[in-house]
């Protein structure tokens, strides 16, 4: 029993005094491979993770030897390090003291306080973002252990653009047969059945024409002077007053239907539409024809 004891404590005693040299062991392990990833790390230009790493290997946990090249390593990087001074300025001039900068599409800082940052050497997408601002971006290319440099931007205050009023539709299933649906639609159709009507008149005009003109192939010059009463200068007379007549009818049909078919495209146009609240004035549409030709009035609140 008492030998069971000891033979115990002496295993214990024994894993006790080894736990420090396993320790070592580790540390140098983990030494080594720090000084080995900074100087990768460096080599490609990522110097603020090399950093960390020259850190990690500089520590007096390190091997001596170890510990002294990679603190000459972190003091060079640190001279190699770039750093930037970044600041943001309001649309007035002002200084602004806070925003979100990204480098790269990483967060970077929060605060423009005035301080040098460290960042990598080589081309970089900086983003500031501030609440109530337009986003800026700017792309800057940074050269080894150049130190200091300056990047302003200006936040400008966003600009709401005013909401453009839309014209309100057609409510949703509304009949067919409405005041302006049906005003438009008789205009438009009388409108083409006087155009129809003049262009038949004036075919009948042309006609009438033709046959004045065969009459008076066959008379002499003053047949119809000397002799007004005989048939064939009746049948003439006839034919040039009915040429006349159909000639003034066709132009009169044209120029009204016309104006009437107008009127009816203008009046679906500017007829209230329903739910229009600023359409509430009187409008009046007003075709007509004259001696002058056709005319087609327009009134009312718009």
């Known amino acids: 029993m008492r030998r069971g004891l000891l033979l115990a404590f002496g295993v214990a005693c024994a894993a006790f005094a080894s736990a420090p040299a396993v320790r070592a062991a580790d540390a140098k392990v983990e030494c080594l491979a720090a000084a080995d990833q900074g100087q990768s790390l460096r080599d490609d230009g990522k110097y603020r993770k090399a950093r960390e790493a020259f850190a990690t290997c500089a520590r007096d946990a390190c091997p001596k030897v170890v510990a002294r090249s990679c603190s000459q390593w972190l003091r060079e990087t640190d001279d190699a390090t770039p750093t930037l001074v970044l600041g943001a300025k309001d649309a007035a001039g002002s200084d602004v003291a806070s925003a979100h900068v990204t480098l790269d599409g990483e ?74 649906n049906v005003t438009a639609g008789a205009l438009v159709v009388v409108g083409l059945a006087a155009v129809a009507g003049g262009a038949y008149f004036l075919a009948q005009s042309g006609s009438q024409s033709n046959t004045a003109s065969g009459l008076r192939t066959g008379l002499a010059s003053d047949q119809c002077t000397l002799t007004p009463g005989s048939s064939t200068c009746t049948q003439l007379k006839s034919a040039v007053d009915a040429q006349h007549t159909d000639s003034a009818l066709g132009v009169t049909l044209l120029a009204g239907g016309g104006a009437l078919f107008a009127g009816g495209i203008v009046a679906w146009l500017v007829w209230p539409k329903a739910g229009d609240a600023e359409h509430t004035g009187v409008r009046w549409i007003a075709p007509g024809v004259g001696t002058a030709g056709a005319t087609i009035a327009v009134g009312g609140a718009f």
């Open 107 to 180: 967060p970077f800082t929060d605060a423009l306080d005035g301080k040098p940052l460290p960042v990598d050497p080589g081309e970089h997408v900086l983003a500031f973002t501030r609440p109530g601002c337009d986003p800026v971006e700017t792309r800057v290319v940074v050269r080894a252990a150049e130190k200091n440099r300056a990047v302003t931007v200006t936040l400008a205050v966003t600009q709401t653009a005013p909401a453009t009023p839309e014209p309100s539709p057609e409510p949703a299933g509304s009949p067919l047969l409405t005041p302006r």
